[in-house]
């Protein structure tokens, strides 16, 4: 039996305390320092390192890790992970729940897809890269992990959940001690060059004279964006944000249902299954939305329940927790022998990142280059706010198609990328295959992204044959 002064009570409670906190603490200060207000750094990834730091101090002075102590029942940090690997899948499931209503046209429905095959492909190019920095370090270092460099894009491209997902998968299933903090710390990194690189190419290209800076709105929000026609009313006998964490809470349980089936028919594929949370997660909430819509349709349900100014409430809470506690949860001691490597790393993947995305932004969007690139890069090395962050800057009331290419692009880019997430917990085993098949599937995808440019090249050539044919049929039958 409990006791309600125990720390076993609080120690969760205290958790969040301290992950809040040092979110209101990040908050305040990039108000107040003028350096990190223009640094367009997430406030939630410097709340992560002001815990990461105070963690560092206490452990030098003290020689224990700060979250593991009692006051957090001695597993702090495994609460952290824990937190971070269900904040991932919530954030996403919520972003399922909302709808649209815009109809796209084909031009539109074209460019989505090309921004899904390119976020596909420049995971693909981070997976390629990564992977060959860390096989030529584990020629020079001995007992390095040769798979570690596919942790690249899960921790640039997908984020902070991602890159704990598989760093588990890769410390659990093929004994890379410190996997989880490696990946984490990749992820880290990459919010930081999301920032500082994004914050260098806006003032080289304001200095070139490209664009000015956007003013800012004032933020207020109108009637119509916090509540649609036909929804349930906000305060009835029930609040309606209770409404919405309720569907959140339905669909991930129905998503561990899923996962827990799936892991009983395949226990060898269990870490596997179970990093794909976020995933499954998606696919219930959108089951459930569907179902909620016939009912709307057949006048079983007479109002609509979601509310999609409340839903990317919860997300973006959602995600935010999931940076700081992932960001806190790295344990710096067992990166000691890493640091060279992670940071060849980061330095690698933000060069590729940024080249690759603002060559496909000029070649494939050259209407709004500069917001797509903008956008695509820092979602790529950060998060999809990241990106949002970056764009706001030069189109802040989102006038560009380059907002809605991030929002839809999620459909393409998880089909595209299926085959890799499969492929990656390979790359503990077998690194050299897994790069060669993330090469032949990176040309596969930029087939596929220039496709009218191979395809019209060869249609003209074929043109230009037969009426060369047809030229020298007609001269020699004047000539007979």
């Known amino acids: ?43 939630s990834v410097l709340g992560g390192a002001i ?14 890790v700060m979250f593991d102590t009692a006051i957090f029942d001695g597993k702090g940090t495994a609460y952290l992970e824990i937190i971070t690997y269900h904040a991932l ?77 598989y760093g588990s998968i890769f410390e659990t299933d093929n004994g890379f001690d410190g996997g989880r903090s490696f990946g984490l710390t990749i992820a880290a990194l990459g919010f930081l060059s999301a920032a500082i ?47 919405q964490i309720a569907l959140i809470i339905a669909a991930y349980a129905l998503a561990y249902l899923i996962m827990f089936g799936l892991g009983s028919l395949l226990p060898g594929m269990k870490s596997v299954i179970y990093g794909f949370n976020f995933l499954i997660g998606v696919i219930t909430a959108t089951l459930i939305k ?20 409340l839903m990317t409430r919860a997300s973006n809470f959602f995600f935010d927790l999931m940076v700081v506690a992932g960001v806190a949860a790295i344990r710096l001691d067992k990166l000691e022998s890493y640091w ?19 060559f496909i932004a000029k070649k494939l969007f050259v209407d709004y280059y500069e917001e797509q690139f903008l956008m695509m890069y820092g979602m790529l090395t950060g998060t999809a706010s990241t990106g949002t962050i970056l764009l706001r800057e030069i189109d ?14 999620t459909i393409p880019a998880i089909v595209f990328g299926f085959p890799m997430m499969f492929l990656a917990p390979m790359a503990g085993a077998q690194p050299v295959l897994v790069l060669i098949i993330l090469v032949a ?33 007609g001269e020699t039958g004047e000539q007979a």
Not at 8 to 33: C, E, H, P
Not at 149 to 165: D, K, M
Not at 343 to 358: D, E, F, S
């Open 89 to 165: 899948a919530l954030g996403f499931i919520a972003s399922a729940f909302k709808t649209t209503n815009n109809k796209l046209t084909k031009r539109r429905t074209r460019e989505i897809f090309d921004t899904g095959v390119t976020t596909v492909a420049t995971y693909l190019i981070q997976g390629i890269f990564g992977l060959a920095v860390t096989l030529i370090a584990a020629l020079i270092l001995t007992d390095f992990f040769k798979g570690a460099g596919v942790l690249l894009p899960f921790g640039f491209g997908q984020g902070t959940g991602q890159a704990l997902n």
């Open 290 to 309: 569907l179902v909620m819509s016939f009912f709307q349709k057949k006048k079983i349900m007479k109002r609509k329940y979601t509310n999609n100014f």
């Open 197 to 243: 690189g994004g914050v260098i190419h806006l003032n080289i290209m304001r200095r070139r004279g490209k664009f000015v800076f956007s003013s800012r709105t004032d933020g207020s929000l109108h009637t119509e964006t916090i509540e649609s026609d036909g929804e349930i009313p906000m305060q009835e006998s029930v609040d309606k944000m209770t409404i």
């Open 1 to 43: 039996m409990e006791n309600f002064w125990d720390f076993s009570v609080w120690s969760y409670i205290l958790l969040f305390a301290v992950l809040l906190s040092s979110l209101l603490v990040g908050n305040l200060l990039k108000k107040s320092i003028q350096l990190l207000k223009n640094s367009l750094i997430p406030t």
């Open 51 to 64: 815990l990461l730091i105070v963690a560092a101090i206490y452990k030098a002075i003290t020689g224990d």
């Open 340 to 358: 060279g490597i992670i940071l060849i790393l980061a330095a690698i993947g933000t060069v590729v990142t940024y080249i690759y995305n603002r």
């Open 441 to 473: 599937y990176f040309a596969v995808l930029n087939l596929i992204l220039f496709r009218d440019k191979i395809f019209r090249r060869k249609n003209k050539a074929s043109l230009e044959i037969n009426e060369e044919s047809t030229q020298e049929s």
């Open 396 to 409: 802040s009331e989102f006038r560009t198609p380059a907002s809605d290419n991030m929002v839809y692009q």
